[in-house]
């Protein structure tokens, strides 16, 4: 059976090393003797219930891990189920049994270090570049083994569409790009062309694959992996410049003195900047595109030297397996959904019973901060300060981002106003500087915090996008989500240190505020760039100008926020936003009139950070029903569609948002609205 392990260092201690001791890794290792008969029967009925629903529910519920620690901490759900009839007022005795089912359920998940295993993944394009990599460097055999391969391959049968392709993520329709990689894969990993794979899987992968034309028809990036770049139509702009460069340049290049004053130079500076970045990531990289290609520059430098070692011992960083195989994530969102357990949990004011579980969570998140900027001269190397700021994993990873900081800021200042016998030693106030000072250095101009480094390259320079598929890669924007996020996390941080930096601060909360008021959509919503889509953007940007003072009386833009909130809401009481809302920059619900769970948290708590409690509860009761009503047997939710996405066309599967948000949102609920009393009630129309 498979094992998650946590803040283990693995067998490669020649080649891996760590800032915090590894605290937040997440790792697999098959042991063979491993688990009962019961056990392993429980995975395999797992996996054959993902495959016999695939074509329905495409996202996994992430459960080898899960039922591993269930079963490691003998939980056992001791509450009661919970149902809100039709008719029924909802009690503060339920909406409590409902929201400590959850709390109980989603602490029983925590891990030993303290943060919230999950996986992230869901495009179907990161995996087969690893594939090729280490078939290209010879180490294909050695890294993935007899049942790494069996898993591999389970992942790309389960999530093979019916027409034979597959999509650029688990719910896509079937693409060029993803469809090519993956039938190469399955080669690599030895299947056949003619019978290879389960139910077929490779003949009708070639299938769909010449019946559109062919694997020439697979964009650039694709055919950066097969070495082959010159029958995909590309933006003129990319036309020009590349074949100018082939055509005018290559023949001199490639020739003395040429090769040597240019060439041999720009690849030396090449590789100082890859190697920068690896020492800087502990060979982690920023993410798994980026892990793979450093990987493959430092195995073509030197197939035995100690740069291209130190990456193969960092590949398991990257893979995580559930019930429809193993698959290669972004990398990890450990302090990410650490920072949300942590603030739904407060907010449950359920402190008594799950006191250990917020210690550990503090604990994880203040070894998690990063200590220092990156190293020597990082300025001259392209780098950004991170001295204060909090990753999207752990601490190794090493790369800043504005909303996990302020994020992780927010956690940090909430649980210095606990009992430190409850929750421990509140973090230093000069390491809170440090994260306020990250948070200032990223805002732009237009008052909009932006994700990594400071924005303010030309938008022209976007022409160049070489991915043909993803919008935005090439130069930084501002989002609202960060921007939201500082927001808050700095209200609270002048409140608690009204002295530190005060002018500074203020200046740009108000700017920050300006920005989430000028970016609205004319509907009301705001676009949401990290979530699906319109939803997840409203959420944050009503907690932004809430937090910054704005009312529904005092702010026209949070009274058409509300609008769009409720003009959207299911007659069944949740919200579904579907994933096509991000690529298409337009709101569309989920077929079928159906509402999603998480969509629904977020709604939720955006209709109460604009006082939706104060004025109408009706919404928030219909929307609180949904979300008790479907709560499982333990406690847990179900797994439904997607709701993370990047770039505006690939979407993410967050796993530990079905958890968290609705617990947030019942907490929230439970805290803002005055609930009937079980003694009390009388019955109404829901």
């Known amino acids: 059976m498979w094992k998650l392990k946590v803040a283990e260092g693995g067998d490669s201690s020649a080649y891996i090393y760590s800032t915090n001791n590894f605290v937040g890794r997440q790792t697999w290792e098959f042991d063979p003797n491993a688990g009962t008969d019961e056990e392993r029967a429980e995975v395999e009925a797992a996996r054959l219930h993902f495959y016999n629903n695939r074509h329905q529910v495409k996202a996994n519920g992430d459960l080898l891990w899960r039922m591993q620690f269930l079963r490691e901490k003998k939980f056992k759900q001791t509450i009661p189920p919970v149902k809100v009839e039709d008719g029924e007022v909802i009690t503060h005795e339920k909406t409590t049994d409902a ?16 943060h919230w295993p999950a996986e992230n993944a869901g495009p179907l394009f990161f995996l087969p570049p690893l594939v090729i990599g280490l078939y290209i460097t010879g180490h294909l055999d050695s890294v993935f083994h007899e049942e790494h391969r069996k898993e591999i391959l389970r992942y790309i049968y389960y999530h093979q569409n019916e027409d034979g392709g597959w999509g650029l993520h688990v719910e896509g329709h079937s693409t060029m790009f ?20 389960q139910d077929n899987a490779c003949p009708r992968a070639r299938k769909w694959i010449l019946d559109h034309g062919g694997v020439t028809h697979i964009p650039s990036w694709g055919k950066t992996w097969l070495s082959e770049d010159i029958y995909y139509p590309h933006p003129w702009i990319q036309n020009l410049l590349w074949d100018s460069l082939y055509i005018s340049t290559e023949p001199l290049l490639t020739r003395w003195p040429f090769n040597k004053l240019i060439r041999e130079k720009a690849l030396q500076v090449t590789m100082k900047h890859i190697h920068y970045e690896d020492e800087n990531s502990r060979y982690i990289t920023i993410g798994c595109v980026e892990k793979v290609l450093c990987m493959l520059a430092c195995w073509a430098e030197d197939p035995n030297g100690e740069y291209f070692k130190k990456h193969l011992a960092r590949i398991p960083d990257y893979l ?3 019930e429809d195989g193993m698959k290669m994530q972004s990398f990890g969102s450990q302090m990410w959904d650490t920072g949300f357990a942590i603030q739904a949990l407060l907010a449950t004011n359920l402190t008594d019973e799950i006191g250990p579980t917020l210690a550990r ?50 956690c940090c200042l909430l649980l210095s106003m606990m009992p430190s016998e409850t929750v421990g030693e509140k973090m230093e106030p000069e390491r809170l500087y440090d994260s306020v000072n990250v948070l200032l250095s990223l805002q732009s101009k237009n008052g909009g915090l932006s994700a990594w480094e400071p924005a303010g390259a030309a938008e022209w320079l976007e022409l160049l996008n070489p991915t043909e598929f993803f919008a935005d890669i090439v130069i930084e924007h501002e989002y609202v989500e960060c921007t ?78 509300v609008r769009f909130l409720l003009t959207t809401q299911k007659e069944n009481g949740g919200w579904g936003e579907s994933y096509l809302s991000s690529p298409q920059k337009t709101y569309i619900p989920l077929e079928g009139n159906r509402s999603n769970l998480v969509h629904t948290a977020w709604a939720m708590m955006a209709l109460i950070h604009s006082g939706q409690a104060e004025r109408n509860r009706t919404p928030l009761h219909r929307a609180t029903k949904f979300i008790i009503n479907s709560q ?32 947030w949102a019942l907490a929230e609920y439970r805290r803002r609205c005055p609930l009937p009393s079980t003694s009390c009630t009388a019955h109404r129309t829901m």
């Not at 993803?178 to 062309?193: C, D």
């Not at 998140?365 to 900027?373: E, G, H, M, R």
């Not at 939710?637 to 599967?653: A, D, I, R, S």
């Open 99 to 114: 929201l400590r089912r959850s709390v109980h359920f989603f602490s029983a998940l925590q891990a030993s270090d303290g």
């Open 178 to 197: 993803s469809t090519a990689l993956s039938y190469i894969s399955m080669r690599f990993l030895g299947e056949g062309s003619d019978d290879g794979g």
């Open 320 to 322: 995580w397996i559930a």
């Open 361 to 410: 969570g503090h604990d994880f998140i203040k070894i998690s901060q990063v200590k220092d900027n990156p190293s020597g001269d990082f300025k001259s190397m392209h780098r950004h300060i991170s001295k204060g700021s909090w990753t999207f994993s752990d601490q190794d990873h090493g790369w800043q981002v504005s909303d996990c900081t302020a994020e992780g800021l927010k």
């Open 484 to 561: 939201s996020s500082a927001i808050q996390a700095l209200v609270l941080f002048k409140k608690l240190y009204p002295g530190h930096r005060k002018k500074e601060i203020e200046h740009f909360i108000t700017n920050a505020t300006h920005y989430i008021e000028n970016t609205q959509m004319p509907d009301g919503s705001w676009y949401g760039n990290w979530g699906i889509c319109f939803t997840y953007g409203t959420w944050f940007a009503l907690g932004g100008l809430a937090a910054a003072g704005k009312t529904f009386s005092t702010c026209a833009a949070m009274r058409k926020a």
């Open 632 to 663: 499982l047997e333990n406690g847990d939710f179900p797994q439904q569609e997607l709701t993370g996405v990047f770039l505006k066309n690939c979407m993410l599967h967050y796993a530990a948002y079905r958890n968290i948000f609705p617990l």
